[in-house]
């Protein structure tokens, strides 16, 4: 049987590694490719790297040995590859098959489109013929509004009015591969997954679904994978602020039963 995965979320902007409440309100946690060192070592099933830089600015103002400054989206990329044993989910600012192709020489084996899939979704099927419908990640940011749950963009603050089960099924239809629903209500609050949300996603579609948005602490995955049928569980917040995050993730569903790889640390 296919293994659940649970998919630590990178968020990056301006160049730095940050955690993200609300779609708002964003903290700085430090050099991007730090986090990955240790996610490699805690045995990560994936990871999902996104860039969701505003304007053009890369700046972490130092430029040390250590924490070589990068001016560049694509070249944190490059970097964050050398030191990832797992597969990477790439996105942010990707509007042409070339910025695919980009992302992909630099170390990526997976990209995700988000606002270029809502206004132009025949290049979902571009893409997927282009590079295969694996290598395609549709990312959703989704909002409870009176008419139910819509898709926004613009980092979650316009309303597409496009519903959540029409524009899954649609972007299957289309070639992709997989879908990252992300519930822009539960971002950064701890208070567990937005399970009516991920069960529209996944009740309309057959090919895998991700879900973001909530996790703050171990027993909101174990509810994700009794109560919805996502295939992947990602979280960003909760693994950043203790040591072996990660590891300890898997180590408490394993122990209980849920069907995810055995726990490990690697040496590297």
Not at 3 to 30: A, C, E, H
Not at 34 to 63: F, G, H
Not at 105 to 124: L, M, Q
Not at 164 to 170: L, Q, S, T, W
């Amino acid at each position: 049987m296919k293994k659940n995965r649970i998919i630590p979320i990178l968020l990056l902007k301006n160049g730095w590694l940050v955690q993200s409440k609300g779609f708002n309100r964003y903290q700085n946690l430090g050099n991007p490719v730090t986090a990955v060192k240790r996610l490699s070592e805690w045995a990560v099933d994936e990871l999902v790297y996104l860039d969701i830089t505003t304007d053009d600015v890369y700046d972490m103002r130092r430029n040390d040995i250590k924490n070589e400054n990068r001016g560049d989206f694509l070249s944190i990329i490059e970097d964050v590859s050398k030191f990832s044993f797992m597969p990477i989910t790439v996105g942010g600012k990707i509007n042409s098959l070339e910025d695919i192709e980009k992302r992909l020489s630099k170390g990526a084996d997976k990209i995700s489109i988000n606002t270029k899939a809502i206004e132009d979704p025949s290049f979902i099927e571009s893409a997927a013929k282009e590079f295969g419908s694996q290598c395609i990640v549709i990312s959703l940011d989704a909002k409870t509004t009176q008419e139910g749950y819509r898709i926004f963009k613009n980092s979650g603050k316009m309303n597409t009015k496009l519903d959540v089960p029409g524009f899954c099924r649609k972007v299957q239809d289309l070639g992709a591969g997989e879908i990252l629903i992300n519930s822009v209500d539960r971002d950064g609050e701890g208070n567990g997954y937005d399970l009516d949300l991920i069960n529209e996603a996944c009740e309309t579609v057959s090919i895998p679904v991700i879900a973001v948005g909530g996790v703050g602490e171990w027993s909101h995955f174990s509810e994700g994978f009794e109560k919805t049928k996502a295939d992947a569980f990602g979280a960003a917040n909760i693994f950043h602020y203790q040591d072996q995050s990660v590891f300890l993730a898997k180590k408490y569903l394993f122990d209980k039963d849920y069907n995810v790889r055995k726990p490990a640390l690697l040496r590297i």
